[in-house]
């Protein structure tokens, strides 16, 4: 399976983006999926996870009533909306795909998308 992320930009602080994440896979079995974010010289974070049934949610901290992670199990899709961003939002975002659910590790996410590039303007 792969994964194929968009939707990134440029945005000032307090806007809005909807980053999507597809799977060239249709209903692609019950896997939880994730978003990651890597900003420039740091380590790849956790942002956010769902379950397979699209039923439980997490969320960094950082992240927490701000963002919005959602699947569509139809169209093996999983998207993240991300409001009142912040210039420490900026970085390339991943998404991934894990057996394990919750988890914040890259090492328990097996498939990962390309990324795509998400810069918040102060």
């Known amino acids: 399976v792969q994964l194929q992320a968009s939707g990134g930009g440029l945005v000032q602080a307090g806007g809005s983006l909807r980053l999507s994440c597809a799977s060239s896979?249709?209903?692609?079995?019950?896997?939880?999926r994730a978003w990651f974010r890597q900003a420039p010289g740091k380590d790849r974070e956790f942002v956010a996870t769902?379950?397979?049934?699209?039923?439980?949610?997490d969320y960094a901290s950082s992240v927490e009533g701000r963002f919005t992670i959602s699947r569509d199990n139809d169209k093996s899709t999983v998207d993240l909306q991300m409001n009142n961003l912040r210039p420490e939002d900026t970085g390339v975002y991943y998404c991934?795909?894990?057996?394990?659910?919750?988890?914040?590790?890259?090492?328990?996410?097996?498939?990962w998308g390309q990324g795509t590039q998400v810069t918040v303007s102060s």
């Open positions: 769902i379950n397979w049934s699209g039923t439980r949610t």
């Open positions: 896979r249709r209903r692609s079995g019950a896997n939880a």
């Open positions: 991934a795909q894990s057996a394990l659910f919750p988890s914040h590790l890259t090492e328990d996410y097996s498939t």
